[in-house]
């Protein structure tokens, strides 16, 4: 740079030129004040640095010098190392929050991301491609539509088996719901957790869910036969409603991704690897989150609706159900188990009759005939049938056979057992012209 050179910024350049025309008289001081977005106060000031020191009297006077308030380079090698120690697959609103509520350390999210990024600690994402699926409104009240998933993820790491997460979600506010940890998604699990929706919130208008076997019979053969779960939902005047695509329910999706990053992360912090210490802390974790993400709902209405059936009513109607015909000698099987009634003697009334077998997640048998309990009794049990699996409880079954299989102790036939007389040679029999 030759000697007498100053640098000067677009803007300080633009200044000149109208500082030259307000002293020219070519523009007045209320314009010139308009088009640098200042005051005429603030003009008359740089009118008065301009004629005293020419184009370098614009020059900032902070330029090369630390801001005032910029941050302590120790203090930025100190919070550096806490991320890179506790949070270092942390995003950085993520781990800006944890620096808040655990160490009391307040910075902006985008200072500890531009220092992430220079240590390597965070790669930012390229912009997405505009999505093509059109943003389908939210519903105006809370309560008038509930989407549902379950999400299979490692959510303990390596400290415990993989598990399922079921994900209720509010369609209006994106609330959270209700969260549980299951071994896998089932119909059991499913309607365990309507239970406990239920009791909390009342009934809402309408569920909506994929086309999972727990929601819709899938073949062709039986279509619009209801599932278990889908009984259960007309029970109780809920409408059942399932989408096409995973897009078409896209918040409970997108709450699913934040979960497994955020929710993976607070379990991680809190050692807990469990599913009965997670499902222990959820109720703490769905108020911090709704009290970060959940938006208010358009209308004030609360469209959940009260229950109508008594604790016991509701529990029979979240059951699994089935029907059996009674023999003459009122007996019926149900999986592989045979059952008699009790304190009906050699009465022909309920000989032939259909009743109902409500099963509990627990196992429990609940039997019904018009609405009334009967009395039973167990009297033979036999193998329990091998259940069907699909994609999402494939894993779970094999972890359990590994289990199973690891724990059975080696077994090693007794010398006179039947497999290894089988696999003695015989002994030859003696021909006409053999030997004698």
Known sequence: MGKGCI???????????????????????????????????????????????????????????QPNNAIPEATRAAVMDLVRRRYADFGPTLAREKLVEQHGVRLSVETLRQWMVAEALWVPKGRKRAAIHQRRPRRPCFGELIQIDGSPHD????????????????????RLMALHFVPAESTHAYLE?????????????????????????????????????????????????????????????????????????????RGISDSDTANAFLPEF????????????????????????????????????????LSKNLTFQFKNREYQLLGYGKGYRLRGALVTVCEAADGTVTLLHQGQPLAYRLLAEGEPPIPL??????????EQAQQEQAQRSIWKPA???????????????PTASGPT
């Open 389 to 398: 699996e699909d994609e999402k409880s494939l894993h779970l079954r094999v």
């Open 155 to 174: 959510w303990f790491e390596d400290r415990g088996p993989r598990c399922t997460l079921l994900v209720f979600i509010d369609d209006a506010t994106s």
């Open 286 to 325: 769905i108020a911090d989150y709704n009290a970060r993400f959940a938006t208010p709902p358009q209308q004030p209405q609360d469209a959940h609706r009260p229950l109508l059936h008594s604790t016991e009513d509701l529990a029979l109607n979240l059951s699994v159900q089935q029907t059996r015909k």
């Open 193 to 269: 957790t309507l239970k406990g929706y239920l009791s909390t919130y009342g009934r809402p208008v309408a569920l909506y869910s994929d086309k999972h076997s727990v929601f819709r019979v899938n073949r062709p053969d039986q279509e619009g036969t209801p599932t278990q779960f889908t009984r259960a939902l007309q029970t109780l005047d809920i409408q059942a409603i399932h989408a096409n695509t995973p897009q078409a329910k896209g918040r409970v999706e997108r709450a699913n991704q934040t979960l497994q990053d955020r929710l993976v992360k607070e379990l991680r912090l």
């Open 415 to 429: 010398p006179d057992h039947p497999w290894r007389r089988y696999a003695q040679p015989t002994t030859p029999i």
């Open 7 to 65: 640098t000067m910024s677009h803007q300080e350049i633009d200044r000149v030129a109208l500082l030259q025309s307000l002293l020219s008289k070519q523009l007045r001081q209320r314009e010139v004040a308009e088009r640098l977005g200042l005051s005429v106060r603030q003009v008359k000031r740089l009118v008065a640095r301009y004629r005293a020191e020419g184009a370098a009297g614009l020059v900032s006077r902070q330029r090369g010098r």
